[in-house]
């Protein structure tokens, strides 16, 4: 019975050892657990809101002068003054260039001393011319008092017809002479090239000492007040556009500038080749920041969306177009959560989700390489 009595004893205690071991492993375990499980991770949440959103047309090109002209010699010579350099302004009607105006000159006092024989002559013609008529009155007299014969009268008759002629060729040798008086003299003023409209020096063909004749290109000028792009246009967008519609653009020489034009011409026929039109826009340049083959990106604003879901641009994980498809993550029970997105157009930093994203859910508005679906997450602002 002792016996039997201690044995009980001892397999008491083993069991109570054997609870304890156990109540001790739970204990570690859990303790691991505590330490193994990883913080939230703290994101940037924003409530999706839905709101108004442009609806644009983008448009690219490459900016151009609506006034460019080519400046050529309408005279022949060497230049013997060009002081302008390349990138200078000048205004309509100022002189640029001056060719060598010496024969020039000269041909001019050459043609004003012809002008002054071809008048003289002209007077002497009409002196001639006023004899010959008193002669013929005179001889009329006569002829009725038997002074001269029928024969005399005619010869003065014929003398006074002949004196008129000689007047009116007189005149028309003062008009030809005066006629090439005022070619000379524009051949003069021609040796001075001057600027047809008011703009910039974009390139000198030549420089001081050149041999010109015309049509030698001299200069060309450019006015970067009146900048236009051209930029092509699916055919399958040119619904949206009219003329008179607001361009935003950017250039990459000002990046953080916006600036502004209006739609004045849809062209009329679309490219067979590319399926794309033409679009002609103005651009104010009041600033006088761009110039004539600058790059432009920008945006034709056809409309305006209400009630668009748009969220920050650098939320929305695009995808690799393959296997990949757009999403971003929402923050649901503490949790990330992994939404597949349909992405609309894109603005200023902005895009419009058309499937996927509702208002109210609230949107990891960053982009970190923890998140994950089912990470654990604290929301701030």
């Known amino acids: 019975m002792g016996i039997i009595t201690t044995r009980n004893t001892v397999v008491a205690a083993a069991l109570a050892a054997l609870v304890l071991m156990a109540a001790g492993c739970r204990k570690k375990e859990t303790q691991a657990s505590a330490a193994v499980e990883a913080p939230a991770l703290p994101v940037k949440v924003l409530q999706v809101q839905a709101e108004s959103f442009p609806l644009t047309v983008a448009v690219t090109g490459t900016l151009v ?47 004003e001393t012809t002008v002054e024989v071809a008048a003289a002559a002209l007077e002497r013609t009409k002196v001639m011319a006023a004899h010959n008529r008193t002669e013929l009155e005179r001889s009329q007299n006569l002829i009725k008092s038997g002074g001269i014969t029928d024969r005399d009268l005619r010869a003065t008759e014929i003398a006074e017809r002949d004196g008129q002629a000689q007047v009116a060729q007189a005149e028309a040798q003062v008009a030809q002479a005066r006629a090439s008086l005022d070619v000379a003299r524009k051949r003069l003023r021609d040796t001075a090239i001057l600027a047809p409209v008011s703009g910039a020096i974009e390139r000198k063909f030549l420089n001081a000492g050149a041999y010109v004749e015309a ?54 026929v679309v490219d067979a080749l590319t399926r794309s039109a033409k679009v002609r826009i103005q651009v104010a340049n009041d600033s006088g920041k761009l110039k004539t083959g600058m ?53 200023d930093g902005k895009l419009e989700i058309t499937e996927g994203l509702k208002p109210g859910d609230a949107l990891v508005a960053e982009q970190r390489i923890e998140l994950a679906d089912g990470v654990r997450v604290q929301p701030g602002k």
């Open 215 to 268: 049509p030698t290109a001299v200069f060309t000028i450019v006015d970067n007040r009146k900048l236009e792009l051209e930029s092509p246009v699916p055919s399958g967008q040119l619904g949206q556009i009219a003329s008179g519609q607001r361009v935003t653009f950017h250039v990459n020489s000002y990046p953080a500038a916006l600036f502004e034009g209006r739609v004045i011409e849809v062209g009329p």
């Open 65 to 111: 002068s609506s006034t460019r002209v080519d400046v050529k010699a309408e005279t022949l010579g060497r230049i013997v003054k060009f002081p302008k350099q390349e990138g200078d302004l000048v205004a309509a009607g100022e002189a640029v260039a001056w060719v060598d105006q010496e024969n020039y000159q000269l041909a001019v006092r050459q043609a």
């Open 295 to 347: 790059f432009v990106e920008g945006d034709i604003l056809t409309g305006v969306q209400q009630q668009a879901v748009v969220v920050p641009a650098i939320a929305v994980y695009r995808g690799d177009g393959t296997t990949v498809p757009p999403h971003v993550f929402v923050a649901e029970n503490g949790k990330a959560v992994q939404r597949t997105v349909r992405l609309g157009r894109e603005t």
